[in-house]
């Protein structure tokens, strides 16, 4: 299983990115996914969550300006954020809970987006 994240990149302060990470491989399911950040010197933190039912969750620095949603049908999670700040800038890693079948289920990482906001 990979996931492989996308549409990082250098945005002004008050612009907007959209991030996706796609699942591929031997996939019989998918429970949580989410989306990790990691600024330079600082701890892995969660950004957002995603149910395979769509309930969501949100770190507090993101509420009100990140969404959070999933296409189940392709294995993919968004990440929509808006009204950026240049604290925001960080590798952005996606994460999820896959079932290659109904016995064995792995938490898997993509490899990161870095995400950079100029002031």
């Known amino acids: 299983v990979q996931l492989v994240e996308s549409g990082g990149g250098l945005v002004q302060a008050g612009g907007s990115l959209r991030l996706s990470c796609a699942a591929s491989?031997?996939?019989?399911?998918?429970?949580?996914m989410g989306w990790y950040r990691q600024a330079p010197g600082m701890q892995r933190e969660l950004a957002a969550s995603i149910t395979s039912g769509g309930s969501t969750n949100y770190a507090d620095f993101v509420k009100g300006r990140f969404t959070i949603s999933r296409d189940n049908a392709k294995n993919t999670v968004y990440l929509q954020m808006n009204s950026l700040k240049p604290e925001d800038t960080a590798v952005y890693y996606c994460?999820?809970?896959?079932?290659?079948?109904?016995?064995?289920?792995?938490?898997?990482w993509g490899k990161g987006t870095l995400v950079t906001v100029s002031s």
């Open positions: 994460n999820a809970r896959v079932w290659s079948d109904p016995l064995r289920g792995m938490n898997y």
């Open positions: 491989g031997r996939i019989f399911s998918i429970n949580d």
